[in-house]
């Protein structure tokens, strides 16, 4: 459908969508699900740009769009990872042996520019907007080349902290209420070499984006959102909970990576455990919870006794972790603790009717997955903008509680402290699982919010409408332009 010349008069040209993830778990996993919601929204095709590794992965994601006949592709673009020197085949931020590699991936990513540029020209239909992690700044120049909006995902400036030292307390700017955080807990605090030289060209790129899409609902947090386009002076468009566009377990269990344990044997082990009994414990793709704090976090699981589901992905790395599970650990919590090493079906866990907590380092995806499944919250934020999370989750919508971080863990830093003991966590167990008022509490909210996040996707919804009005407003983009 293009009917912009029709009758003279303006209507709505298919909107085809080209999507550039940032090709790390936690911003490639959200990129699909944005794919599917558009797609099944409306929109006439959406493309979403990927290397053979990260292909490869979202496997589950490509044949569940065929299936359902979606007008979703991928488009795959050799990764220059030894020119770079990186490994072979080291495409995604999760498969870095080491952090100090991280500005070589960033380097290679923005030598995708030109193959990038050279696809867009060719596809066909052309595309009507491109919508990029931040990363990916150049995308931008590629959009203004085409002439088609460039929309981004979300950013934090943090020349604002330059100056100050780790312990200094900030005031957030841009928050409808008062946030003081020490700095290192602060958003854009990630320490990670070479991000530093290149950020002052993402803000710079940032200021000629055209909006931005953000995971979230305006029911939830609307005043946040107003005064954030208020401070930034861009469109948002809040369009999630995106990973509501899965619906039943098995398209739950295909999204990201290939579980490392039987679904079918995880499923039943859930059905055997009573409702709202279980703790989810999953600090996403890729914290790194040094190996004496993952010794107290199970000693912790150990003395609540409540049934438990603990993702450990500190594996080969960590051996003596290993070493401490096999030393009479696992065979003691046999009976109610699942231990999954490597990645789980988090969204297919965390909405079976077992759940009842889970235990999070506060990403926003594994933030915003808790909200929407109804699930109460414990908190333990590793770095950046985790520590806000936390506070969005125990302060303003009361629907956890925190287990008491008292430091930052960096990505891919090796501490030795412990920065929260087995009783800390022991404490946070009972006061979110046990039947007392505050918990009761929790819990209510917790579902009230988990229904609101369905309904902002549902016919009518904030959400539904946002996405609908974002096919229509690209497309009719595509239409003035030509
Ligand atoms: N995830 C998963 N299984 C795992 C670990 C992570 O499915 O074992 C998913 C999780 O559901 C979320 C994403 O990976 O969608 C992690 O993103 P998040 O923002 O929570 O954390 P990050 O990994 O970026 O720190």
Same mark, same amino acid.
């Given at each position: 459908?293009?009917?912009?010349?029709?009758?003279?008069?303006?209507?709505?040209?298919?909107? #085809?969508?080209?999507?550039?993830?940032?090709?790390?778990?936690?911003?490639?996993?959200?990129?699909?699900?944005?794919?599917?919601?558009?797609?099944?929204?409306?929109?006439?095709?959406?493309?979403?740009?990927?290397?053979?590794?990260?292909?490869?992965?979202?496997?589950?994601?490509?044949?569940?769009?065929?299936?359902?006949?979606?007008?979703?592709?991928?488009?795959?673009?050799?990764?220059?990872?030894?020119?770079?020197?990186?490994?072979?085949?080291?495409?995604?931020?999760?498969?870095?042996?080491?952090?100090?590699?991280?500005?070589?991936?960033?380097?290679?990513?923005?030598?995708?520019?030109?193959?990038?540029?050279?696809?867009?020209?060719?596809?066909?239909?052309?595309?009507?907007?491109?919508?990029?992690?931040?990363?990916?700044? *150049?995308?931008?120049?590629?959009?203004?080349?085409?002439?088609?909006?460039?929309?981004?995902?979300?950013?934090?400036?943090?020349?604002?902290?330059?100056?100050?030292?780790?312990?200094?307390?900030?005031?957030?700017?841009?928050?409808?209420?008062?946030?003081?955080?020490?700095?290192?807990?602060?958003?854009?605090?990630?320490?990670?070499?070479?991000?530093?030289?290149?950020?002052?060209?993402?803000?710079?790129?940032?200021?000629?984006?055209?909006?931005?899409?953000?995971?979230?609902?305006?029911?939830?947090?609307?005043?946040?959102?107003?005064?954030?386009?208020?401070?930034?002076?861009?469109?948002? *468009?809040?369009?999630?909970?995106?990973?509501?566009?899965?619906?039943?377990?098995?398209?739950?269990?295909?999204?990201?990576?290939?579980?490392?344990?039987?679904?079918?044997?995880?499923?039943?082990?859930?059905?055997?455990?009573?409702?709202?009994?279980?703790?989810?414990?999953?600090?996403?793709?890729?914290?790194?919870?040094?190996?004496?704090?993952?010794?107290?976090?199970?000693?912790?699981?150990?003395?609540?006794?409540?049934?438990?589901?603990?993702?450990?992905?500190?594996?080969?790395?960590?051996?003596?972790? $290993?070493?401490?599970?096999?030393?009479?650990? $696992?065979?003691?919590?046999?009976?109610?603790?699942?231990?999954?090493?490597? *990645?789980?079906?988090?969204?297919?866990?965390?909405?079976?009717?077992?759940?009842?907590?889970?235990?999070?380092?506060?990403?926003?995806?594994?933030?915003? $997955?808790?909200?929407?499944?109804?699930?109460?919250?414990?908190?333990?934020? #590793?770095?950046?903008?985790?520590?806000?999370?936390?506070?969005?989750?125990?302060?303003?919508?009361?629907?956890?509680?925190?287990?008491?971080?008292?430091?930052?863990?960096?990505?891919?830093?090796?501490?030795?402290?412990?920065?929260?003991?087995?009783?800390?966590?022991?404490?946070?167990?009972?006061?979110?699982?046990?039947?007392?008022?505050?918990?009761?509490?929790?819990?209510?909210?917790?579902?009230?919010?988990?229904?609101?996040?369905?309904?902002?996707?549902?016919?009518?919804?904030?959400?539904?409408?946002?996405?609908?009005?974002?096919?229509?407003?690209?497309?009719?983009?595509?239409?003035?332009?030509?």
């Amino acid at each position: 459908m293009d009917d912009c010349t029709a009758g003279g008069s303006t209507t709505t040209a298919a909107a #085809h969508f080209v999507l550039v993830p940032m090709m790390a778990q936690g911003h490639a996993i959200p990129v699909t699900d944005m794919a599917r919601l558009l797609a099944e929204h409306g929109a006439a095709q959406v493309s979403l740009v990927v290397t053979p590794v990260n292909a490869a992965r979202m496997a589950g994601f490509a044949a569940g769009v065929e299936e359902t006949g979606l007008p979703v592709q991928l488009v795959e673009l050799p990764f220059p990872a030894a020119e770079f020197g990186l490994p072979d085949g080291c495409e995604n931020v999760d498969m870095l042996p080491s952090k100090d590699l991280f500005s070589n991936f960033l380097l290679a990513c923005g030598a995708l520019r030109e193959p990038f540029a050279a696809r867009l020209r060719q596809q066909r239909p052309p595309a009507s907007c491109i919508i990029s992690d931040m990363i990916h700044s *150049w995308a931008g120049d590629i959009a203004s080349e085409l002439g088609v909006p460039w929309l981004t995902d979300i950013i934090y400036r943090n020349n604002l902290l330059e100056n100050l030292t780790d312990d200094e307390i900030v005031k957030v700017s841009g928050f409808p209420t008062p946030l003081e955080l020490p700095k290192a807990r602060c958003p854009g605090t990630l320490c990670v070499p070479g991000l530093k030289q290149i950020s002052d060209k993402i803000y710079e790129a940032e200021t000629r984006s055209d909006g931005r899409i953000m995971n979230s609902f305006q029911e939830m947090e609307s005043l946040y959102i107003e005064s954030f386009e208020r401070t930034t002076g861009k469109k948002i *468009w809040t369009i999630g909970p995106m990973c509501l566009c899965h619906r039943d377990s098995n398209a739950m269990a295909a999204r990201g990576n290939k579980a490392s344990m039987d679904d079918a044997k995880c499923l039943q082990w859930l059905d055997s455990k009573k409702p709202g009994s279980v703790i989810f414990v999953s600090f996403g793709s890729l914290s790194s919870t040094e190996p004496q704090q993952l010794v107290e976090l199970g000693l912790g699981l150990e003395a609540s006794k409540k049934p438990f589901i603990w993702v450990i992905k500190a594996g080969k790395k960590f051996p003596e972790v $290993e070493e401490w599970l096999a030393d009479g650990f $696992e065979e003691r919590v046999k009976d109610r603790g699942m231990i999954i090493r490597g *990645w789980a079906p988090q969204m297919m866990i965390l909405w079976h009717q077992a759940i009842g907590g889970f235990m999070t380092h506060c990403g926003w995806n594994s933030t915003i $997955e808790g909200i929407s499944a109804g699930v109460p919250m414990i908190t333990w934020p #590793h770095c950046s903008e985790q520590f806000v999370n936390e506070k969005l989750v125990v302060d303003h919508l009361k629907i956890g509680v925190e287990v008491g971080v008292k430091g930052v863990t960096q990505w891919g830093t090796e501490q030795k402290e412990v920065k929260v003991t087995r009783t800390a966590v022991e404490t946070a167990v009972s006061m979110l699982m046990d039947e007392g008022e505050v918990a009761q509490e929790i819990r209510m909210r917790a579902k009230d919010f988990g229904m609101k996040a369905r309904r902002a996707l549902e016919e009518g919804g904030s959400s539904y409408n946002n996405i609908k009005l974002l096919i229509q407003e690209m497309g009719n983009k595509k239409c003035a332009s030509g």
